[in-house]
C-alpha cells in the first residue's frame, strides 16, 4: 500500500510521459496540491459516458446541496463506510460530488481543448463486458457476500492497519489529509477483496493499455515530450504504474476534447 504523495511520472520507452496524480475520491484539494506543470492531455479511469454522471451530479447539486452524499451514505456497504468516515474528518472539503480533482482537471481538458483519454472501455466492447460479468460472479460468490456482511469488523481492523502506511500531508496543506488518506487507502483495499487479484491485474493492465495509446495520440503532435496527466485514487497508482512497467501493447481508446459549450 501506498499513501504517499508526490506523482508518479511514468516515462514510456517509446516517448512521452505518464504523470499518476494521487487524489482522494470526493476530497477537494487545496491549491498548493494541484498539479502545476504542463500537461498535453488527460487519461481518465473512467468509461466516455462517465462525464455525463458527473453533468447529473452536478445538476442535483444544483436543486439540493448535498443530496449526492447523503443518498451514498445511504446506500451502505464500502462506499458509505468510508463516506460516512470522511464526514468527522476536519479542515478539509470532503463529500463533493462529482468527484472534484477529477471533474476539475476533465473541464480543464475541455476548456483548452486537450485530448482525453476514457481508460475504462465502453460496455460496446465484448471483452470488456465479459470481465465485467467476471467480477460480478466473483463478489456475488457465497463468500464474499458473507464478507460484506462482516463489513464493519473488516473495516476497523483494515483502517487500524492502515496506521503504518499514512504519510505526513505536504507543507501548507491541512492535516485532515492524512486521516482521509488512511480511510481511502483502507476503502480502496476492501474493494479490491471484492473481486480478485487476477480480475483486478487483468483490469489494470487493460486500463495502461488504453493510457499507453492514449500517450501514443499525444506524441503525434508532442513528440516524446508529450505529458498525460492522469487523475487516480491515491492507493491505486502503484497497480497501475506496475501494469505500466509490463508495457501492455498500446490500445487505442483517445477521443479528441469537446468545447464545454458542446457538452451541456
Known amino acids: 500500500m501506498d499513501l504517499s504523495w508526490p506523482d508518479i511520472h511514468w516515462e514510456d520507452p517509446d516517448g512521452g510521459t505518464i504523470v499518476l496524480h494521487g487524489t482522494l475520491p470526493t476530497v477537494v484539494y487545496p491549491l498548493s496540491m494541484r498539479p502545476r506543470f504542463t500537461w498535453h492531455g488527460l487519461g481518465l479511469l473512467v468509461?466516455?459516458?462517465?462525464?455525463?454522471?458527473?453533468?447529473?451530479?452536478?445538476?442535483?447539486?444544483?436543486?439540493?446541496?448535498?443530496?449526492?452524499?447523503?443518498?451514498?451514505?445511504?446506500?451502505?456497504?464500502?462506499?458509505?463506510?468510508y463516506l460516512e468516515m470522511l464526514t468527522y474528518v476536519e479542515d478539509i472539503q470532503i463529500g463533493k460530488f462529482p468527484d472534484p480533482e477529477p471533474r476539475r482537471l476533465?473541464?480543464?481538458?475541455?476548456?483548452?481543448?486537450?485530448?482525453?483519454?476514457?481508460?475504462?472501455?465502453?460496455?460496446?466492447?465484448?471483452?470488456?463486458?465479459?470481465h465485467l460479468?467476471?467480477?460480478a460472479k466473483v463478489m456475488t460468490s457465497p463468500r464474499k457476500l458473507l464478507g460484506m456482511a462482516l463489513i464493519g469488523r473488516k473495516w476497523r481492523k483494515r483502517l487500524k492497519s492502515m496506521r503504518k502506511y499514512v504519510v505526513t500531508q505536504p507543507d501548507k496543506a491541512p492535516d485532515g489529509l492524512q486521516a482521509a488518506s488512511s480511510l481511502c487507502g483502507t476503502w480502496w483495499s476492501l474493494l479490491q477483496d471484492r473481486s480478485s487479484a487476477e480480475l483486478n491485474l487483468n483490469r489494470d493492465q487493460r486500463f495502461a493499455a488504453r493510457l499507453r495509446g492514449g500517450l501514443a495520440s499525444l506524441r503525434q503532435e508532442f513528440g516524446d515530450d508529450a505529458v498525460m496527466l492522469v487523475?487516480?485514487?491515491?492507493?491505486?497508482?502503484?497497480g497501475i504504474q506496475n501494469a505500466l512497467e509490463e508495457l501492455p501493447e498500446a490500445e487505442a481508446s483517445s477521443v479528441s476534447a469537446q468545447s464545454e459549450d458542446e457538452e451541456e
Not at 447529473?56 to 439540493?64: H, K, P, R, S, Y
Open 231 to 238: 487523475p487516480i485514487i491515491l492507493p491505486w497508482r502503484k
Open 133 to 135: 460479468e467476471n467480477e
Open 47 to 81: 468509461t466516455s459516458e462517465e462525464p455525463e454522471v458527473w453533468q447529473g451530479e452536478e445538476e442535483a447539486e444544483l436543486e439540493d446541496s448535498g443530496i449526492n452524499l447523503d443518498s451514498a451514505i445511504l446506500g451502505g456497504g464500502i462506499d458509505g463506510y
Open 106 to 130: 476533465h473541464k480543464s481538458a475541455l476548456k483548452h481543448g486537450r485530448l482525453i483519454t476514457f481508460a475504462e472501455p465502453d460496455l460496446s466492447d465484448e471483452n470488456w463486458v465479459d
